[in-house]
């Protein structure tokens, strides 16, 4: 059945090729001759290494005229003027952003004309002292509620760990950041949210979070989609995280960040952290062979005040390293290559006031990436992109020692009680088909593709019985797992889309598509048709769009079902005398009653350019999640134990409202305000587990990361002591809910029911621009939470705990520096 889908796949995609297939030359990217008689310009736009950039903004002026024709670009960078003029002059300009605007004066237009312009990413440093960056205007072609952050706003944005880009991601409306590092996109737990690294996904195929690492300085843009999501995504209700990174051009670039190591004054001098990050990029043959390489480090000695002298650290060492190569083989075929290796290693994972060292474990992590993407360009217009990539995961951790673990209301006692050593494997073919343009009843692009994902993991637990001790000290509960336990499991996914970008007429853009999915565990064909569109009216954009949109296979709760039993013996007030025979607790699923989690999402925008070069939105989103995964114990007559199974009987709400301002200076200086309001709730908030399971019955309530209230803002500015830059950043949301539970790992009230404070942080800065000997060089300095609030990350939920309530992990006021080495002035 998974190679009868396969083929089916390909041979639809083979079939559409050859229709669109038509002869290619060499030289220039291919234009097939206009259908139109008379005057006409054909407008072909391209990076620095000759990729076609598509959605640019074209706008061609005759200088006797005060308006400008306006169209953009298609899939294959290509845009068309027809009935001109000859005898006028023309002037022609080119946005897009992250891109510098071009402006091309005095154009001469005779007969069918064709013009292949080249736009130049926006680079930290210029080359030329008259280029600009493009204005960030309203894109009337773009439907998908997209929030992006460019080069520009990657350089100056500052945020707290800036060494860790998915910090970053929390500068974007409807993104939040849990306290284990994990973003969550519009309500949306980690694994609905699907990581893409330069087309490829680059999300665990297990755990669903974010884990793989690479250098800020190789992302050249980042972009979050929340709603209305063309339908070549699917597996995800959350939306889409997308990373964009660099390639060499024609000139040798070198840039160094943070390459000094810091120290601190704790108990004496102490070494801090060095963070080092560099990239290379340049020429291999010019004009056809360029290469990038990204590459940082971190080692962190972790210093946690309030722990005792000598167990105190938390020693952290990480290093990632991306590297690219493009061959242009000749003007009709572009071959890449990527190769991104992460490795990571931590001798004291969990340290904190709850949890001491001998408590901890020491935890090996290292992933990849490689993959080989193809595009095609056809005369007549089409584009085919085919690519392959490879995506591997081991993740290990193992206890301090072997001493008997104890969990008491106040502390961790002993050596963690298991150990773990796992393997993850993602091997993704991917083919995407742009047609060429149709014009019928208006202007039609149509696009469709398929993805084919092999996953494979395997996973070894070695389990000791630990203690759960009362707060007299007295035994309460002992709990036995498997000694060893081992897990091997695949997947096959298959899916394909196809949809139409129709334009009716100029303001007007409806997208149609339906998207199918099928996997060999759950084995129900799966379609999710979307539709979305965009409507320009003066200087306000309008955007609605509604669509299903159904999620991938939770393989973590496949594992869970896999692992087990569980047993519990429960002992008197003295703990000294065993209650009865043990209780058993088991994980299990039968997947042929499975079907996968089912999302209804829709949502209405409103854009407007206001006087001053100022742009306001709304937006309001609303998602409903039905069949979502949940355990579910079958026992009712026991809360102690019970049979676990995985239901289909969860129910997610989401519905938010969010407004935001932006305003463009010259300058190329920016200003972001937003403000949210949200709602995630569930009827199934208890995540039950083995290891730490939760003897309680299900409940709904909001979700972990839910924040009613968010508030965003962030810029830079000139000061009046040129070459000085203001920079700053505010983040303020509610505070994240949490569940008080018993002794007796039972919850006390209603899950989720108590809150953190608020978070709030507020970082200012000034960058000092500055030329030493011929290099350029920046100097940055900036106050993190300069009014030190104390932002916590961690409370004691235990009710019979001493210190029942207590907030600990404060983020607290911190200075940082960062100097950047850009290169030959």
Same mark, same amino acid.
């Given at each position: 059945?998974?190679k ?13 090729c ?8 060499h ?31 074209v ?5 006797t ?14 845009g068309?003027?027809?009935?001109l ?53 309203i894109?009337?072609?773009?439907t ?11 350089i ?5 760990t800036?060494? =860790? ?8 409306p409807?993104?939040?950041? =849990? ?8 309500g ?10 330069d087309?490829?996904e680059i999300t ?20 979050v ?38 120290w601190q ?6 070494? =801090?952290?060095?963070?080092p990050?560099?990239t290379?990029s340049?020429?291999?043959v ?21 722990l005792?002298?000598?167990? =105190?650290?938390?020693p ?16 009709t ?20 006031i ?13 992933a ?9 360009y ?34 961790d006692?002993?050596n ?5 050593n796992?393997?993850? +494997?993602?091997?993704q ?16 692009e ?31 509960r ?5 000694a ?9 996914e ?12 100029n303001?007007?853009?409806i997208?149609?598509?339906? +998207?199918?999915?099928?996997d ?21 954009k ?31 007030n ?6 009865g ?79 935001s ?42 979700l ?21 830059d ?13 569940t008080?539970v ?18 709030a942080?507020?970082n ?24 030190d ?26 200075f940082?520096?960062?100097? +950047? ?5």
């Amino acid at each position: 059945m998974q190679k009868l889908q396969a083929l089916l796949h390909f041979t639809l995609l083979a079939f559409t090729c050859a229709a669109a297939q038509q002869t290619t030359h060499h030289g220039q990217i291919p234009v097939a001759p206009p259908r139109h008689s008379g005057t006409s310009l054909t407008v072909v736009v391209t990076d620095e290494n000759n990729v076609v950039v598509p959605d640019a903004l074209v706008g061609l002026t005759d200088n006797t005229q005060p308006e400008a024709l306006q169209i953009h670009t298609d899939a294959a960078g290509r845009g068309f003027f027809y009935n001109l003029t000859s005898e006028h002059v023309y002037t022609l300009s080119i946005e897009k952003g992250n891109f510098y605007a071009l402006t091309q004066p005095d154009v001469h237009i005779t007969g069918a004309q064709t013009m292949e312009l080249t736009l130049s990413h926006v680079q930290e440093l210029k080359e030329t002292v008259n280029v600009t960056a493009s204005r960030q205007d309203i894109d009337p072609a773009q439907t998908a509620n997209t929030r992006s952050l460019g080069t520009p706003e990657i350089i100056n944005i500052p945020y707290p760990t800036s060494r =860790d880009i998915r910090n970053l991601l929390t500068y974007l409306p409807q993104v939040v950041q =849990d306290s284990t590092g994990q973003v969550h996109v519009a309500g949306a737990a980690t694994y609905e949210t699907t990581d893409v690294l330069d087309g490829f996904e680059i999300t665990s195929p297990v755990s669903g979070i974010f884990a793989m690492r690479f250098s800020a300085d190789a992302a050249r843009e980042v972009s979050v989609q929340t709603s209305r999501v063309s339908t070549q995504f699917g597996k995800e209700s959350g939306g889409i995280i997308d990373f964009s990174t660099g390639m060499g051009d024609d000139h040798f670039r070198f840039d160094a960040t943070n390459f000094i190591p810091s120290w601190q004054h704790y108990r004496g001098l102490n070494f =801090d952290k060095w963070v080092p990050r560099a990239t290379f990029s340049g020429p291999i043959v010019k004009g056809k062979v360029w290469f990038f390489d990204s590459a940082d480090a971190e080692y962190d000695s972790n210093i946690f005040k309030g722990l005792p002298p000598g167990n =105190d650290r938390d020693p952290f060492l990480r290093g990632s390293n991306l590297a690219k190569v493009q061959i242009n083989l000749r003007s009709t075929d572009i071959l890449s290559f990527g190769l991104l290796n992460n490795t990571q290693d931590e001798d004291r994972q969990g340290l904190s006031i709850t949890n001491p060292a001998s408590a901890t474990v020491k935890r090996d992590f290292s992933a990849y990436l490689a993959d080989i993407k193809e595009l095609h360009y056809f005369s007549g217009g089409a584009l085919l992109e085919t690519g392959f990539a490879w995506n591997g995961f081991n993740d290990r951790y193992s206890p301090q020692g072997g001493s008997p673990f104890v969990i008491t209301p106040n502390t961790d006692q002993g050596n963690y009680f298991e150990s773990f050593n796992g393997t993850s +494997r993602r091997a993704q073919g991917i083919a995407n088909l742009s047609l060429r343009p149709l014009g019928m009843k208006g202007r039609h692009e149509v696009r469709l593709g398929t993805e084919i994902d092999q996953i494979n993991f395997t996973q070894l637990y070695n389990d000791q019985p630990f203690s759960l001790l009362r707060a007299n000290g007295t035994l309460y509960r002992s709990s036995v797992l498997p000694a060893h336990t081992f897990l091997n499991r695949n997947n096959l996914e298959t899916s394909g889309y196809i949809e139409d970008r129709w334009s009716p007429f100029n303001r007007m853009i409806i997208e149609p598509g339906v +998207r199918f999915d099928w996997d060999e565990i759950v084995r129900r064909p799966l379609f999710s048709p979307r539709i979305a569109g965009t409507y320009m009216l003066g200087n306000t954009k309008l955007s609605a769009g509604i669509g299903v949109y159904y999620e991938r296979t939770h393989l973590d709760y496949i594992g869970r079902a896999l692992t087990g039993p569980r047993l519990d013996f429960y002992f008197d007030n003295s703990g000294t005398v065993q209650l009865g025979a043990p209780l058993v607790t088991n994980f299990f699923v039968n997947e042929a009653l499975l079907h996968e989690p089912r999302f209804v999402n829709w949502s209405l925008a409103a854009e407007h350019r206001f006087p001053w070069q100022i742009f306001g939105g709304v937006e309001y989103l609303k998602k409903s999640g039905t069949q979502g995964f949940i355990f579910q114990n079958l026992n009712t007559s026991s809360i102690l134990s019970g049979n676990y199974e995985l239901t289909n009987t969860r129910v997610d709400h989401y519905q938010s409202m969010q407004f935001s301002v932006r305003k463009h200076f010259a300058g190329d200086y920016n200003l972001f305000v937003s403000y949210a309001r949200s709602y995630a709730h569930s009827n199934a908030v208890i995540d039950y587990s083995l290891n730490n399971p939760i003897f309680s019955p299900q409940m709904g309530g909001p979700l972990p990361w839910d924040v009613p209230n968010r508030f965003l803002s962030w810029g830079w500015f000139p000061t009046p002591f040129r070459p000085l830059d203001f920079v700053y950043s505010v983040d303020y949301h509610s505070g994240f809910p949490w569940t008080a539970v018993s002794q007796n790992q039972q919850i006390v009230g209603a899950a989720d029911s108590h809150r953190f404070p608020a978070y709030a942080a507020l970082n200012p800065g000034l960058e000092l621009r500055f030329t030493f000997r011929g290099y350029a060089l920046a100097l940055r300095g900036i106050a993190e939470n300069v009014t030190d609030r104390k932002n916590p990350f961690f409370v004691v939920n235990n009710v019979d705990a001493s210190n029942f309530g207590q907030f600990g992990g404060f983020s607290g006021r911190a200075f940082t520096a960062r100097i +950047r080495f850009l290169g030959r002035k």
